[in-house]
T-cell receptor
Framework: AQSVTQLDSQVPVFEEAPVELRCNYSSSVSVYLFWYVQYPNQGLQLLLKYLSGSTLVKGINGFEAEFNKSQTSFHLRKPSVHISDTAEYFCAVTHGRSGGYQKVTFGTGTKLQVIP | DADVTQTPRNRITKTGKRIMLECSQT?????MYWYRQDPGLGLRLIYY???????NKGEISDGYSVSRQAQAKFSLSLESAIPNQTALYFCATSDFSGGIVDTQYFGPGTRLTVL
């Protein structure tokens, strides 16, 4: 079984400050990890994904995430946030079995509020 | 134009009514999904379809049915809506083209309120 935990339901941060959104996962096998962003009144948009290789993954809009297998974490970071980053962020995990249905488990989301 | 579209975007209905939510995609993907999103619960899978003849239940299919009319169209129906089906509904697509992992692409969502 796989699970995802996003401990912070809301994260307020001042504009131009750095931010880290935390994601921890649980799985007995290898996993593949995603971060999605949901802007107000919109669907989920893929920010970045970790499949293999370098543990530091760069995504769109200046976001990056680091896969840490020993700590089973995939935290999302941005060095300097903008008002436009105000949104809800979802971490997701899958086992990625070849061919068949790949169950994707989503976290409960973290609302990032950027304060002017 | 959006790759994944959903209609309607908002719907208010009454308990007991039949409701259909529609999803269309121009991405050419074979795989399509319906999720519902509730505050504090993340996204939960209702149904998924790998092609027109392949439809499967997800985690929370009770009270819902689907129809895959074509590769590009996947509809979700609530035969007799109830208030606890009030939620945000998302359609998604993916294209497993022999790689390791599906990546899902989401529509803008339909906000459904059942009174």
């Amino acid at each position: 079984a796989q699970s995802v935990t996003q401990l912070d339901s809301q994260v307020p941060v001042f504009e131009e400050a750095p931010v880290e959104l935390r994601c921890n996962y649980s799985s007995s096998v290898s996993v593949y990890l995603f971060w999605y962003v949901q802007y107000p009144n919109q669907g989920l948009q893929l920010l970045l994904k970790y499949l293999s290789g370098s543990t530091l993954v760069k995504g769109i809009n200046g976001f990056e995430a680091e896969f840490n297998k020993s700590q089973t974490s995939f935290h999302l970071r941005k060095p300097s946030v903008h008002i436009s980053d105000t949104a809800e962020y979802f971490c997701a995990v899958t086992h990625g079995r070849s061919g068949g249905y790949q169950k994707v488990t989503f976290g409960t989301g973290t609302k990032l509020q950027v304060i002017p | 134009d959006a790759d994944v579209t959903q209609t309607p975007r908002n719907r208010i209905t009454k308990t007991g009514k039949r409701i259909m939510l529609e999803c269309s995609q121009t991405k050419g993907h074979d795989r399509m999904y319906w999720y519902r999103q509730d505050p504090g619960l993340g996204l939960r899978l209702i149904y998924y379809s790998f092609d027109v003849k392949d439809i499967n239940k997800g985690e929370i299919s009770d009270g819902y049915s689907v129809s895959r009319q074509a590769q590009a169209k996947f509809s979700l129906s609530l035969e007799s809506a109830i208030p606890n089906q009030t939620a945000l509904y998302f359609c998604a697509t993916s294209d497993f083209s022999g790689g390791i992992v599906d990546t899902q692409y989401f529509g803008p969502g339909t906000r459904l309120t059942v009174l």
